[in-house]
């Protein structure tokens, strides 16, 4: 298995430009997340979804857009990038099947720069 | 007041002793909660996981849950320079689609 997969690694945006952050995982995992780790900071979260077709709002959703169409695949938009939104933006997934640790599994993030 | 509360360190300790970090949280339908490890540039990777009151060990690590004093902790025997990391606390509330709420992290470095 190969986890939870992001990409790109690493990207530099224009202000007001727009991109897509890849998020899949082959776990089966019904909940997939999108956090955002400022410099020194915790993680904060931006969208969640409890399965694919439903998604709702995490702490700091403005300025972003997710759609779940798939089980596997969680992509994360961002519309008229912000200096703002310089960050390190993980995926991550978890089960909620009865008896499991519901542990979340991380990918290994996507560093963005916003000039 | 925020969800989840830890002191960002860094918490220096020397090699071979035991590090002590720190956690609480503000709300007391929190069911399970959860360790973090991160280096930096790195993504978390789960270290500990509890979900009752007491104590929990897995190899050098032992977490720790008071629900009463909402409290968790984690405390690290042995210490080696590899542990310098920060470390993350998680809580999740079984109420909430399984959403989880993270502190931002203590620094721990361990001197040779």
């Known amino acids: 298995n190969a986890g939870v997969t992001q990409t790109p690694k690493f990207r530099i945006l224009k202000i007001g430009q727009s991109m897509t952050l890849q998020c899949t995982q082959d776990m089966n995992h019904n909940y997939m997340y999108w956090y955002r780790q400022d410099p020194g900071m915790g993680l904060k979260l931006i969208y969640y979804?409890?399965?694919?077709?439903?998604?709702d709002k995490g702490e700091v959703p403005n300025g972003y857009n997710v759609s779940r169409s798939t089980t596997e695949d969680f992509p994360l938009r961002l519309e008229l990038a912000a200096p703002s939104q310089t960050s390190v933006y993980f995926c991550a997934s978890s089960t909620d099947r009865s008896g499991s640790s519901y542990e979340q599994y991380f990918g290994p993030g996507t560093r963005l720069t916003v000039t | 007041q925020k969800e989840v509360e830890q002191n960002s360190g860094p918490l220096s300790v020397p090699e071979g002793a035991i590090a002590s970090l720190n956690c609480t949280y503000s709300d007391r339908g929190s069911q399970s909660f959860f360790w973090y490890r991160q280096y930096s540039g790195k993504s978390p990777e789960l270290i500990m996981s509890?979900?009752?009151?007491g104590d929990k060990e897995d190899g050098r690590f032992t977490a720790q849950l008071n629900k009463a004093s909402q409290y968790v902790s984690l405390l690290i025997r042995d210490s080696q320079p590899s542990d310098s990391a920060t470390y993350l606390c998680?809580?999740?509330?079984?109420?909430?689609?399984?959403?989880?709420?993270f502190g931002s992290g203590t620094k721990l470095n361990v001197k040779p």
């Open positions: 509890i979900y009752s009151n």
């Open positions: 979804s409890v399965g694919a077709g439903i998604t």
């Open positions: 998680a809580v999740k509330r079984e109420y909430n689609f399984n959403k989880f709420y």
